[in-house]
């Protein structure tokens, strides 16, 4: 971890860490959410599981444009939820 990294996760970023990192801290922070009685530290904790989950969620997408770099999005006529049978 270079001195980047380390200003950076003092200032509470999620970049620095890897992945199996990510994952730890957040099953740690989620038994925590869990077993939390007070309403308010639940409510923070909610909060930066939403944060964990957010960061999660951006490396799968950079990861997916890695691996299929000419993918697109492709839309239906009238919308994901309807059948194919016009």
Do not use: C
Not at 19 to 38: H, I, K, M, T
């Amino acid at each position: 971890m270079g001195i980047f990294d380390s200003i950076a996760r003092g200032l509470g970023s999620l970049r620095p860490l890897s992945d199996a990192e990510l994952e730890d801290e957040r099953e740690a922070l989620r038994q925590r959410y869990v077993s939390s009685d007070n309403v308010g530290e639940a409510s923070n904790l909610y909060n930066e599981l939403h944060r964990y989950d957010e960061e999660m969620t951006r490396r799968a997408n950079e990861a997916y444009k890695r691996d299929n770099p000419d993918a697109t999005t492709r839309h239906r006529e009238h919308g994901w939820y309807l059948p194919n049978d016009d």
